[in-house]
Nanobody, 123 residues
Framework: VQLQASGGGLVQAGGSLRLSCAAS????????MGWFRQVPGKEREFVAG????????NYADSVKGRFTISRDNAKNTVNLQMNSLKPEDTAVYYC?????????????????WGQGTLVTVSS
């Protein structure tokens, strides 16, 4: 499966961004999707995940109430709406396709990764 992420950029603290990820190459609707992020020198961390039908979501505590993940199985896309952004949200964000239908937080449960899109939040 191929994943193409987009939507990153520079935003002031308190602002919003919407990331999108387009998938191709396998049956998108049979798999969970997730967003992860990584800061140079730090480990990749889970941000949000969504189950195959879109009715199950999973969020890192650090983004709960601020970020919303959604998917459109007809368009093979997954989105991450990020509101009330903080400087500590600055990272490269990666979309990932799960090997199962449930949106696990562990990166090992995802078997395909996009190229990443940079989000920078200024204070």
């Amino acid at each position: 499966v191929q994943l193409q992420a987009s939507g990153g950029g520079l935003v002031q603290a308190g602002g919003s961004l919407r990331l999108s990820c387009a998938a191709s190459g396998r049956t998108f609707s049979n798999h969970a999707m997730g967003w992860f992020r990584q800061v140079p020198g730090k480990e990749r961390e889970f941000v949000a995940g969504i189950g195959w039908r879109g009715d199950t979501t999973n969020y890192a505590d650090s983004v709960k109430g601020r970020f919303t993940i959604s998917r459109d199985n007809a368009k093979n896309t997954v989105n991450l709406q990020m509101n009330s952004l903080k400087p500590e949200d600055t990272a490269v964000y990666y979309c990932a396709a799960g090997s199962s239908r449930y949106p696990w937080q562990q990166g090992s449960e995802y078997d395909a990764w996009g190229q990443g899109t940079l989000v920078t939040v200024s204070s």
